[in-house]
């Protein structure tokens, strides 16, 4: 037991000493630090923002400074504090920060090193309910101002916590024409808890959407007492001619004083929400206030002298042209570019570039707009408008032109660059021109790492083509194989009709061969079925096929007169011309001897007949 | 005799061609001086016409070693990767398309006299037909000949450096990839101005004309 405990003391010192050693280091650096509690609170609320010094005091601490926060040093205090065993002294700057309005506020850190902090500050809830000035329940609040003089063109509320002032710089506008102008609403520091958009009164005005940014806020003093300014910088547009009165429309949520003012003496001697929080001494109420009423005259663009090419920019504008590069080859992209410079309504700013440009293919143009001011009234919209030469030479594009009114000069403009002049070189994808050049050019030097291991140049040949695409695909040369094949053709079909006489007469015999064998087996059938009538009339068809065939008739035309008239002197064949008609109308019989007898006459007719 | 015969076909075929329609017509193509031309890109140091011009080279004298070599060479030095020839066009690219031109038209007139001399019933029929099966070969050798030389005459080698290819035929296309110089790709239709290209990994996209020269110039 006692070893352990002095091993432990052991242990301890050891741990001191290293602690010891290690506290020189942060001794030596200064650390400043801030903290905020709470880091979210509602508006009227405040937090305390403690900066603490560890070291020995001297560091520079710079107060910050955050538009929309109060900073007030409430205390300065000196503590000895115990870090890991060193007493170290510490120096605490606490500060009370009072919101003036609600959001999310970064305070930048004190030194340069160390942390920023962020505090939330929360709208009030609930404050439609509040109790609404001139009710019976609610007395009415004193004011907060009394007297004194108030800026030009500012109105305040009734209770002074705030107004709104509009500023346009001209009065006689156009249709379409934009025209940038300013809000401005001022607040009471500590009595607007909830602010609103602006808009603008009447149907026919329109807003940019620059109004939706963030507005600028400043700070400035109104008949004696601080107000907290927000700015918002846009532009309108009206769309139908006429007057209309022009003002805009704040909404907001005040604090209204419950209290009589006697009661509240020393709020008002401070004139600070902490106090008012803290005695419960306001309600928050919700508010439209108006900027004083102005005129505006809205005409109509005039009819006479509108360019073709107008399509409604208004304004003041300039244009200049450009193209790169101004060194190319037929083929590459060009770009053209056109920019117009001015101010006035640049959504309206449009052009079409180049259209139709011969040797050129043109394509649609693109555009892009960059701002000089947050409403985008000024600034320089680019139109870029891809190019491609087809012909190589030097090029000449014909210059640009915009149209624009001009509502200081009440009249269109026309505004115009210069023609560019373009240098076009052939394209090394279609240029073989340069092979005779390059390659009488092109004897290897020492410099060319990249031909080390290339192998010698060839001997020019004489033997060259006017094309690269393969002889037995060019048309003037495919002409010559199909001739040949047309002459082999004709050839051919010549020699087969002048052998067709002989052949002709050959199928016809082997036609008249197949019907005799034919007319022999069908009366062959007959006998055996002992049908003479069959018989003969196969016998006078197997006759007629071999007879025409013979004397070139059509068998029909081989009737039993033709047979007399030819063969007078063949009496078997004018017999089966008679039995067949004869045994068509009358039954003869026949017995087997007198069917052999006449089948071996017609067969030896037949093939007597054949053989001719 | 040999001799003879051969310039006079060669004269024919000349002949055949000879009528200029282009410019580039005026001048000609040899694969000599190809080849010089294609050395002598490549000692500038521009890759992509000596690889186009190699392969035109290629086109008029396929196997001669030193374009292939060369070629292979300048390849190698872009990083870019060889297309592997298979054994089917190592065969049918023997000789020249133009030398096969005339192959393919004495296999015709060996096939048409071999008919002619069947349909007239002549002797020596083994001859004839002899000559009629060496005359399709002959025909069927520059058929092949064509087959395997029609990917080439629609291809096109890369001749700038970093070329974007664009999803449409515009020169604002957003651009799908970068082709490097001395890539050869299959061109597959022409818009205004552009190439519809396809890789050899077939990837597709549209290129500008003046970045890609076709192997087979268009007329």
């Not at chain 1, 002709?504 to 022999?520: G, N, P, Q």
């Not at chain 1, 196969?538 to 039993?560: C, F, H, I, K, M």
């Not at chain 2, 239709?189 to 050899?200: D, K, M, N, P, V």
Request: charged share 20%; with cysteine.
């Amino acid at each position: 037991m006692s070893t352990r405990r002095t091993h432990g003391r052991w242990l301890m010192a050891i741990a001191g000493m290293v602690l010891a050693l290690a506290t020189p280091a942060i001794a030596d650096d200064p650390l400043v630090y801030a903290t905020i509690q709470p880091p979210q609170i509602m508006l009227g609320e405040s937090a305390m923002f403690t900066i603490t010094n560890l070291g020995d005091g001297t560091a520079p601490i710079t107060m910050p400074v955050v538009s929309g926060l109060k900073f007030e040093i409430v205390a300065r205090t000196r503590q000895i504090e115990l870090i890991n065993g060193t007493t170290l002294p510490s120096y605490a700057t606490v500060v009370r920060v009072t919101p003036q309005m609600a959001g999310i506020f970064t305070i930048p850190g004190v030194t340069p090193k160390s942390q920023p902090v962020v505090l939330q500050v929360n709208s009030l809830p609930g404050s439609g309910g509040a109790l609404r000035p001139g009710s019976p329940q609610a007395p009415k609040p004193p004011p907060i101002l009394a007297g004194g003089s108030i800026p030009k063109g500012v109105r305040l509320t009734e209770d002074g916590s705030a107004y709104v002032r509009m500023s346009v710089p001209k009065r006689e506008v156009y249709v379409g024409e934009s025209v940038p102008f300013e809000i401005e609403v001022g607040m009471r520091s500590g009595f607007v808890t909830r602010i609103g958009l602006p808009k603008l009164t009447g149907d026919e005005i329109t807003l940019n959407s620059s109004l939706l940014r963030e507005p600028e806020r400043s700070e400035t003093m109104v008949d004696g007492q601080a107000f907290v300014v927000l700015t918002w910088h846009s532009a309108l547009l009206v769309v139908k001619p006429g007057s209309f009165p022009l003002s805009a429309v704040v909404p907001l949520t005040v604090k209204i004083r419950t209290r009589p003012r006697r009661e509240s003496a020393l709020d008002d001697q401070f004139g600070d929400p902490f106090w008012q929080n803290f005695f419960g001494a306001s309600v928050p109420k919700d508010i439209d206030v108006e900027s004083p009423p102005q005129e505006l005259k809205v005409m109509e663009l005039p009819a006479a002298g509108r360019p073709a090419d107008f399509h409604g920019a208004i304004g003041t504008f300039a244009i200049e042209s450009d193209i790169s590069p101004v060194k190319a080859e037929v083929g590459d992209p060009l770009t053209l570019r056109m920019r117009v410079v001015g101010s006035g309504t640049f959504d309206r700013v449009d052009s079409a570039m180049l259209d139709h440009v011969e040797q050129w293919k043109t394509y649609p143009p693109k555009s892009t707009f960059t701002s000089n001011d947050p409403m985008g009234h000024k600034g320089e919209k680019v139109f870029e408008q891809p190019l491609i030469a087809s012909k190589p030479g030097i090029q000449t594009l014909p210059a640009l032109s915009f149209s624009y009114f001009d509502p200081i000069a009440k009249r269109y403009e026309t505004a115009h660059s210069p023609p560019l002049s373009v240098t076009i070189s052939p394209s090394l994808a279609d240029s073989t021109q340069m092979a005779p050049q390059l390659a009488g050019n092109a004897a290897p030097t020492s410099a060319d790492k990249s031909a080390d291991g290339l192998k010698p140049d060839h001997a020019p040949s004489d033997i060259s083509m006017s094309s690269l695409i393969p002889l037995y695909l060019q048309p003037r040369f495919l002409a010559l194989p199909s001739l040949l094949a047309l002459a082999f053709a004709a050839a051919w079909v010549g020699v087969r009709r002048r052998k067709n006489p002989a052949e002709r007469v050959a199928a016809r015999d082997r036609t008249a061969w197949r019907a005799t064998k034919r007319a022999l087996a069908q009366m062959e059938a007959a006998a055996r079925a002992d049908n003479p009538a069959l018989f003969f009339n196969s016998a006078r068809a197997g006759l007629q096929q071999a007879l025409a065939a013979r004397w070139q008739l059509v068998p029909d035309e081989v009737t039993a007169a033709e047979v007399q008239a030819r063969l007078s002197d063949d009496d078997d064949i004018h017999q089966v011309f008679a039995f067949a008609d004869e045994s068509r109308y009358s039954g003869r019989d026949l017995d087997s001897t007198d069917f052999a007898r006449w089948m071996r006459v017609v067969r030896q007719r037949l093939i007597s007949t054949q053989s001719r | 005799m040999k001799n003879g015969a051969r310039s006079a076909a060669f004269a024919l075929g000349l002949a055949l061609m000879a009528a200029p329609v282009h410019a580039e017509s005026a001048q000609g193509f040899s694969a000599a001086g190809l080849y010089n031309l294609a050395n002598a890109y490549a000692r500038q140091g521009k890759p992509g016409m000596a690889v186009l011009n190699y392969q035109r080279a290629s086109l008029l004298s396929p196997n001669s070693p030193d374009i292939d070599a060369n070629l292979s060479y300048v390849r190698a030095s872009s990083h870019v990767p060889a297309p592997t020839r298979s054994r089917f066009d190592r065969v049918v690219r023997i000789a020249s398309p133009f030398a096969l031109s005339w192959i393919g038209v004495m296999g015709l007139v060996l096939v048409g006299v071999g008919a002619l001399a069947s349909a007239l019933e002549l002797r020596h029929r083994w001859m004839r037909r002899l000559g009629v099966l060496l005359g399709i070969c002959m025909i069927g050798l520059t058929v092949a000949n064509g087959i395997a030389l029609w990917p080439m005459l629609h291809e096109g080698v890369v001749i700038t450096a970093a070329t974007p290819v664009r999803v449409s035929p515009v020169p604002m296309g957003d651009s799908l990839f970068v082709l490097p110089e001395a890539e050869t790709v299959n061109i597959a239709a022409e818009h205004e101005g552009f190439l519809l290209i396809q890789t050899r990994a077939g990837r597709t996209g549209w290129v500008s004309r003046s970045n890609v020269a076709s192997v087979v110039p268009r007329r």
